[in-house]
């Protein structure tokens, strides 16, 4: 009697589709880690432009109009950004508080806010 050495076309099948099933799962774990890594991208970005606004205003480079609030548009890495920076008063009358706002160019959606406060002289 013949011994056949090998696997039969039903036990290949078998072992095609776990595969194939395992690999899809992959895929969709590289692409949403993928689109992950761009959020977080777009935030840090964010998070920075935010901070050199908020720099510029302590520095007294920008100033933020009264009763309003400072718009514009800037370059960083390659990418345009809106921002919106207001002002309020805080609890201490020596200190204002600073709030930006930054977006996408165009984009209604804000993708990061920063607080930070600006010491105001009584001169």
């Known amino acids: 009697m013949k011994t056949i050495n090998g696997l039969t076309l039903i036990e290949v099948l078998i072992a095609l589709a776990i595969i194939s099933i395992a690999m899809t799962a992959i895929i969709k774990s590289s692409s949403q880690n993928i689109k992950h890594t761009n959020h977080v991208e ?32 800037t370059d960083m890495l390659n990418k345009k950004w809106d921002y919106k920076a207001t002002s309020q008063a805080s609890k201490n009358p020596a200190i204002k508080e600073i709030t930006v706002t930054i977006s ?9 806010q920063l607080e930070s406060f600006l010491y105001v002289s009584n001169n």
């Open 104 to 112: 996408a160019n165009n984009s209604e959606n804000q993708i990061y």
């Open 42 to 73: 777009q935030k840090i970005i964010a998070s920075l432009v935010a901070k050199n606004i908020a720099n510029e205003i302590i520095a007294g480079l920008k100033e933020i109009p009264v009763n309003d609030a400072l718009s514009g548009t």
